[in-house]
T-cell receptor, first 108, second 112 residues
Framework: GIQVEQSPPDLILQEGANSTLRCNFS?????LQWFHQNPWGQLINLFYIPSGTKQNGRLSATTVATERYSLLYISSSQTTDSGVYFCAVSYGNNRLAFGKGNQVVVIP | DVKVTQSSRYLVKRTGEKVFLECVQDMDHENMFWYRQDPGLGLRLIYF???????EKGDIPEGYSVSREKKERFSLILESASTNQTSMYLC???????????FGQGTRLTVV
C-alpha cells in the first residue's frame, strides 16, 4: 500500500508563531485532505486539496501532487490550534490512508 | 452539512462479548470506512464498503466483521471482544472514490 509520512511528529510553538507541517506520500493519489483532531477525538475537516493552494483564515495548505507532498501552514498560532493534525490520501481502489499525525502544542 | 453519527461515544464491554458499533450517515454516500486509532500508530483501516452489501478488508481486519444492509448504515462487529481491541474507533463516509471524507465523533471502546 501507499506510505504517508508526516513531519515533524511533535511540535511545540509559542503563541503567535508560524509553523509548517509536511505530508509526503509514496505514490500517485486521487485527493488529499488535512484534518485536525479535537480534544474529544473527532476529526475536523480542514482542507480538501488534491492540488494547488487553499486558505482558510490563519490556515493554508499547498499540495504539489507531481512531487508527492503537501504542506499545512499555521500562521499566528493560538492555543486552540493545539492537537493532532492528520494528512489523508485517497488512492487505488477506494482506499483512504492516513499518516501518523503531527502533534502540535501551542503554549501561551 | 454532512452528518456522520456513531452510536456511542464511550463503551465498556467484557472479554468474549459480541460488540456492535454503529455508524449512520445522512448524505447518501456510497463509501464508508471503519478505522481504529492507537497511540503512536495513527489511524489504521479495518474495513470499508463501497456500496450496499459490498465490503473489503482493510489493513487490520482480523477479529472484526462488518455489515452494510442499508446505504446509510455501516456496522462494525467484534465477534468476541478481546482486551487488545481496546481502542478509539472512527467511522467515515464520502460520496464516492476521491471525494471529501467526513468523520463521526468516534467511539472509545474499553474491553475489560
Amino acid at each position: 500500500g501507499i506510505q504517508v509520512e508526516q513531519s515533524p511528529p511533535d511540535l511545540i510553538l509559542q503563541e503567535g508563531a508560524n509553523s509548517t507541517l509536511r505530508c509526503n506520500f509514496s505514490d500517485s493519489v486521487n485527493n488529499l485532505q488535512w484534518f485536525h483532531q479535537n480534544p474529544w477525538g473527532q476529526l475536523i475537516n480542514l482542507f480538501y486539496i488534491p492540488s494547488g493552494t487553499k486558505q482558510n483564515g490563519r490556515l493554508s495548505a499547498t499540495t504539489v501532487a507531481t512531487e508527492r507532498y503537501s504542506l499545512l501552514y499555521i500562521s499566528s498560532s493560538q492555543t486552540t490550534d493545539s492537537g493532532v493534525y492528520f494528512c489523508a490520501v485517497s488512492y487505488g481502489n477506494n482506499r483512504l490512508a492516513f499518516g501518523k499525525g503531527n502533534q502540535v502544542v501551542v503554549i501561551p | 452539512d454532512v452528518k456522520v453519527t456513531q452510536s456511542s461515544r464511550y463503551l465498556v464491554k467484557r472479554t468474549g462479548e459480541k460488540v456492535f458499533l454503529e455508524c449512520v450517515q445522512d448524505m447518501d454516500h456510497e463509501n464508508m470506512f471503519w478505522y481504529r486509532q492507537d497511540p503512536g500508530l495513527g489511524l489504521r483501516l479495518i474495513y470499508f464498503s463501497y456500496d450496499v452489501k459490498m465490503k473489503e478488508k482493510g489493513d487490520i481486519p482480523e477479529g472484526y466483521s462488518v455489515s452494510r444492509e442499508k446505504k446509510e448504515r455501516f456496522s462494525l462487529i467484534l465477534e468476541s471482544a478481546s482486551t487488545n481491541q481496546t481502542s478509539m474507533y472512527l467511522c467515515a463516509s464520502r460520496r464516492q472514490e476521491g471525494t471529501e471524507a467526513f468523520f463521526g465523533q468516534g467511539t472509545r471502546l474499553t474491553v475489560v
